[in-house]
């Protein structure tokens, strides 16, 4: 038997048919195209989740369960999403609207928890018990997984990692507090890093800025690491500003939930060992455990945008 499963993003719905091996054999995608109904991307979904299963030359009875993976904070038991900033949805019925649709048994998570179960069942984080991920993107995303099972809390908004406060009083978050984690460590942070040391420093020349074409406008969350790859020393120091602040919460995430694996992915992550073995090195000399023979292993995420489509298939 096959599942399926799809990844419901406020830019694209993508569906894909995972086998009992965890390996996705087809997807099929579209745009979200949101702010629209509830209805039409409803229809969009299941259009999507039929195509993948025509596309894997099977059949919908040849699929045991479909789950969905949606941004925002969702109901599992009840299947409703109760708000979703980036889909502007609260209170949205989409199991029951989806089950009318397929005739299958269908269930929903928040994307970062899915995320976080496929790479427990088939990416970096696999053979841990208790495993932590995070995705470095537009925000901080995170999923925690315990004893091989979700960690969402008793409201199902558990697990929002990027809202905790590393600095009192700092930058204001989008959440609407002040000093956040993801205000720092999302790529937006990084970016916003990268503009602000710009404007303050001045350069006569800057690598960052020649990369980007001397407008600021156009920084991307890799100007830094490539400018630094120039020996830019003003993009060094935007880079390593930016690990301090990501090392400030993956230390509190070590101490408090002592995971197997930390798994980080997201845009961000694709720096690999630039990133991750100078933030081991904060991590290390920080972290409570730092004289316990087990440690936790922080490694990139394997499985990029496929982990949300396999996680969201195994909901249980």
């Given amino acids: 038997m096959y599942r399926l499963g799809i990844d419901l993003g406020g830019t694209n719905i993508v569906a894909g048919v995972v086998d009992e091996e965890y390996n996705i054999v087809a997807k099929a995608s579209c745009k979200t195209a949101v702010p629209r109904p509830e209805?039409?991307?409803?229809?969009?979904?299941?259009?999507?989740?039929?195509?993948?299963?025509?596309?894997?030359?099977?059949?919908?009875?040849?699929?045991?369960?479909?789950?969905?993976?949606?941004p925002g904070a969702v109901n599992p038991e009840t299947g409703v999403i109760e708000y979703s900033a980036n889909l502007f949805f609260h209170n949205w019925s989409v199991v029951e609207m989806m089950e009318e649709r397929l005739n299958k048994k269908v269930k929903i998570e928040n994307d970062a928890n899915a995320a976080a179960l496929g790479e427990y069942l088939a990416g970096s984080a696999k053979g841990a018990k208790n495993a932590v991920a995070i995705t470095l993107g537009t925000g901080v995303g995170g999923g925690i997984i315990i004893d091989g099972k979700i960690y969402s809390g008793s409201n199902y908004a558990g697990a929002e990692l990027g809202h905790m406060v590393i600095v009192k009083g700092g930058k204001e978050c989008a959440c609407g507090r002040h000093g956040c984690w993801e205000a720092y460590a999302s790529a937006t942070g990084l970016i916003?890093?990268?503009?602000?040391?710009?404007?303050?420093?001045?350069?006569?020349?800057?690598?960052?800025?020649?990369?980007?074409?001397?407008?600021?406008?156009?920084?991307?969350?890799?100007?830094?690491?490539?400018?630094?790859?120039?020996?830019?020393?003003?993009?060094?120091?935007?880079?390593?500003?930016y690990i301090s602040y990501l090392a400030t919460g993956v230390v509190n995430i070590i101490n408090i939930f002592q995971p197997d694996v930390l798994c980080i992915g997201g845009g961000v992550s694709n720096q690999g060992e630039n990133l991750l073995a100078p933030l081991r090195q904060i991590v290390e000399r920080e972290r409570y455990t730092k004289h316990n023979d087990k440690?936790?292993?922080?490694?990139?995420?394997?499985?990029?945008?496929?982990?949300?489509?396999?996680?969201?298939a195994y909901l249980d």
């Fill in 39 to 70: 209805k039409e991307i409803c229809d969009s979904m299941a259009e999507v989740a039929l195509q993948a299963i025509e596309n894997a030359n099977i059949t919908i009875e040849d699929v045991e369960s479909i789950g969905i993976g949606v």
């Fill in 192 to 241: 916003n890093l990268t503009k602000e040391k710009i404007l303050t420093e001045k350069p006569d020349f800057s690598y960052m800025l020649k990369l980007c074409d001397d407008d600021i406008i156009n920084v991307s969350g890799r100007t830094a690491f490539d400018a630094m790859a120039e020996g830019d020393p003003l993009a060094k120091q935007v880079v390593e500003e």
């Fill in 295 to 312: 440690q936790t292993v922080i490694c990139q995420c394997s499985l990029g945008n496929d982990a949300g489509i396999i996680g969201a």
